[in-house]
């Protein structure tokens, strides 16, 4: 008994990893961070201290974040800055060497 309905195409995520934003949601309550999952990846959720943390395109953070906003238990959204941070730590750590052998010898 084979029936002839045919399949539905389904819409294929593409497997190219697009750039992601992480966006830090502060609610008023911890209910409406299920709602949140509609408009993004999300990461991390604290009842503590009530925000959530959702991953979205870089090309929509701009209209996610005004459909966010716009969510009655909202209270802030921020978008993440670990892009805009300088991520190469040897010439920190560089620095702080150099600092510390400077207090050596100046104790010597």
Known sequence: MESSVP???QEIRSLE???RVPLYVYCSSYKGTRQLSRYGDT?????KLHFTLIYVNESEADEKIEQIQ???FVKKVE???LK???QNF????LKTNL???AEMDAQK
């Open 99 to 101: 600092e510390i052998k």
């Open 17 to 19: 990893i697009s750039g």
């Open 84 to 86: 805009e941070l300088n």
């Open 70 to 72: 716009a969510l009655k």
């Open 90 to 93: 040897s010439e920190a750590f």
């Open 7 to 9: 399949l539905q195409k």
């Open 43 to 47: 990461g991390y959720v604290s009842t």
């Open 79 to 81: 978008r993440g800055h």
